[in-house]
């Protein structure tokens, strides 16, 4: 009599009535106020918005299961496909038959998991309301493609696919994601914003001119975060939490998405200590910034609400793929989220570090699994108290002793024989393994940037002096020599003579033919939205004005600020800017500023460019700072400088 067969198979036995597809529903679910707020703001923009990048990730998804001819993630696609059917192919009973038959309705053609649908629905409500729907289609396809597909599908990415849909958009398109438009305008639902329906690889059109016809030449595209950090001006949490007012609108309303954040969390479908973790460290971080420099940082509750902070910690860094499972974990895991977030936003060169800070976090997931990975019941180390052996040899003699290596201990638990243990299992790698490995692999990239830097310095020197001097030979036609000086509080030097000074402005003096003196063209410096900005604008001491301006170097969004460069009714600012002095010579009779758009009334005023009013407030800085400082200093040595 044969054995009765014992079929063998892992716990748990018992298993919760949920499912992977119940859970992605309750999210869906969940969202759907913010979508309809975020519609109610924006109109129809936002409604093709939304449609657009979730249509585009439910597209990919399936396009690339069908190319890789595996089943979709979850559920089935047709009646007949993959099923076994036994005496209906070639007369075996036991072969697989594939009926390639269309579904029977279009909606079956979708995954039923809802994976991708949340991800399409985070990265819409992650991008302005305002982005090209084209645009917002490709950030689709690299969500699903390069952040889910590529890894090998659900469960097995390793970053959030929205934020790396987000991540592509931010690279391959930075004017247009940095570009935001007000909330609650009248007509929305029945007009786009422009550029929304811009058709692939054209330009998108001037939003100046609707701002304009809508009687809102004072907005400036910037979100309170970047109002904070590039111009000081802060919104009160109040309105920040429910995005009812203009200037405080932004994206999705915080306050309903932490209502979603708590529905989910009520019903267990997210684990709550990671958003807990994430806001609280972020909030107590904020906290002693603001007590250590109150008029330098912001507000904490400010910090709290602004930005993608709320929805990046609710929906994103709890993603069950890509967060951590150790109860130790989870915390560490939220608090290095939180400090990122933090200093990303108060030290980096973009307002907004929500993003980078979860795709940290999850790439820094494995190594914090390790480092929090519980000891199993009954371990102990045999370093600490020893471990007592005896060993008989052949001759009937036994030695005695303590093992002091670490060993496991006699009350650790034993792997099952009823596991299958492969002999060529791979080991697991020590923490010091990958600590030594990162370690030389940073030192080797370290050793070749500063290799790389020394060896091409001198080159990179000559192209400064190059691109220096074709920027004063544009602002003065009829220069062809150039002397540089220092001018300190005491003295003016030539540079090669005196060398720089920690107080001093460097400018240039300009000589033409016969050794005629035709101008100055003086340095400043000013931080825009993204970085510094350098300049260099020309200055007659006969009218006292700066007759034009040339930019050395600038980071700003390409397409908005650097319009500075590009934009005629801009420059016409720089032909007789005043920078007259008082009638002491000790400063500027007048503030140079950069006022909103269409509304300059006075010579030393600045009209700003719509859409770019931080990179144009910058250039006002930059200028007014420089003049402040030089002018008082120059005019009465201005002959000195006059002389060949």
């Known amino acids: 009599m044969p054995p009765p067969k014992i079929a063998l198979r892992a716990g748990p036995y018992v298993k919760a009535p949920r499912d992977v597809a119940t859970i992605m529903r309750h999210v869906v679910y969940s969202l759907l106020p913010v979508c309809v707020f975020f519609i109610y703001q924006y109109g129809a923009s936002a409604l093709l918005l939304l449609l657009t990048v979730t249509l585009s990730c439910l597209a990919t998804e399936v396009v690339l299961h069908r190319a890789a001819r595996q089943q979709k993630t979850e559920g089935k696609w047709g009646e007949g496909e993959g099923r076994r059917e036994k005496g209906k192919t070639s007369g075996c009973s036991n072969h697989w038959r594939f009926d390639l038959t269309l579904p029977p309705s279009p909606f079956s053609l979708f995954p039923s998991d809802w994976s991708a649908t949340i991800t399409g629905l985070l990265l819409a409500l992650s991008l302005p309301p305002g ?3 084209w645009m917002g289609a490709l950030a689709g396809i690299a969500a699903i493609g390069l952040g889910k597909a590529l890894f090998g599908g659900l469960g097995q990415n390793v970053f959030n696919p929205a934020l790396v849909g987000r991540a592509f958009a931010q690279a391959a398109f930075p004017a247009a994601i940095a570009l935001y438009t007000p909330a609650f305008l009248p007509g929305r639902f029945l007009e786009c914003i422009p550029g929304t329906l811009t058709l692939p690889f054209l330009l998108a059109p001037e939003i100046a ?3 304009h016809a809508l009687h809102l030449d004072t907005w400036t595209g910037a979100t309170p975060l970047g109002r904070w950090k590039f111009e000081g001006l802060t919104v009160p949490a109040s309105e920040l939490v429910t995005a009812m007012t203009l200037r405080a609108t932004a994206g999705v309303a915080p306050g309903i998405v932490l209502l979603g954040g708590l529905y989910l969390a009520l019903r267990r479908f997210l684990d709550w200590r990671i958003p807990v973790s994430i806001l609280g460290t972020s909030l107590a971080l904020a906290g002693c910034f603001y007590l250590y420099n109150p008029e330098r940082f912001p507000d904490p509750l400010f910090v709290l609400f602004s930005g993608g902070l709320i929805l990046g910690a609710l929906y994103m860094a709890t993603d069950m793929a890509t967060s951590p499972l150790t109860a130790r974990g989870v915390w560490l895991y939220g608090a290095l989220i939180g400090v990122l977030t933090i200093v990303i936003r108060y030290f980096g060169g973009l307002p907004e570090g929500v993003m980078y800070a979860i795709l940290i976090g999850n790439a820094a997931v494995p ?4 480092v929090t990975q519980p000891k199993p019941f009954g371990h102990r180390k045999a370093e600490s108290r020893g471990l007592r052996v005896e060993v008989r040899g052949l001759n009937g003699k036994t030695a005695s002793g303590v093992l002091l290596s670490p060993q496991p201990s006699v009350l650790e638990p034993k792997p099952s024989i009823l596991e299958p243990q492969p002999s060529n299992a791979p080991h697991a790698i020590s923490s010091m393994t990958l600590v030594r490995t990162l370690g030389l692999t940073a030192l080797l990239c370290g050793v070749i940037i500063v290799a790389a830097y020394q060896l091409t ?7 400064r002096r190059i691109a220096l001097e074709r920027t004063i030979f544009k602002l003065l036609p009829a220069a062809q020599r150039i002397k540089a000086y220092y001018a300190t509080e005491t003295a003016i030097h030539p540079v090669d003579s005196a060398g720089s000074h920690p107080n001093s402005v460097k400018f240039y003096a300009t000589f033409g033919g016969e050794n005629q003196f035709t101008g100055i063209v003086v340095e400043a410096a000013a931080n825009g ?3 510094p900005v350098r300049l260099l604008y020309s200055y007659s001491p006969e009218c006292a004005c700066v ?3 040339g930019v050395i170097s600038l980071k700003e969004t390409p397409g908005i600020g650097d319009k500075i460069i590009t934009d005629r009714v ?3 600012n720089f032909t007789r800017l005043d920078l007259r002095l008082d009638a002491a010579l000790q400063t500027l009779a007048h503030r140079v500023v ?8 006075q010579p030393w005023e600045i009209d700003a460019i719509a859409g770019a009013t931080v990179t144009s407030r910058a250039v006002a800085r930059a200028i007014d700072d420089s003049a402040t400082k030089l002018l008082p200093r120059l005019l009465p040595m201005i002959e000195t400088v006059r002389a060949p």
């Open 209 to 211: 001119p609707w701002l």
């Open 547 to 549: 007759t034009g301006l």
């Open 131 to 133: 982005f090209p729907l």
């Open 367 to 370: 190594l914090i699994e390790r």
């Open 529 to 531: 939205y993204s970085g």
């Open 594 to 601: 950069a006022v909103r758009h269409g509304s300059k009334s």
């Open 457 to 463: 310095f001198a080159a990179a020197q000559d192209n």
């Open 570 to 572: 801009f420059l016409d």
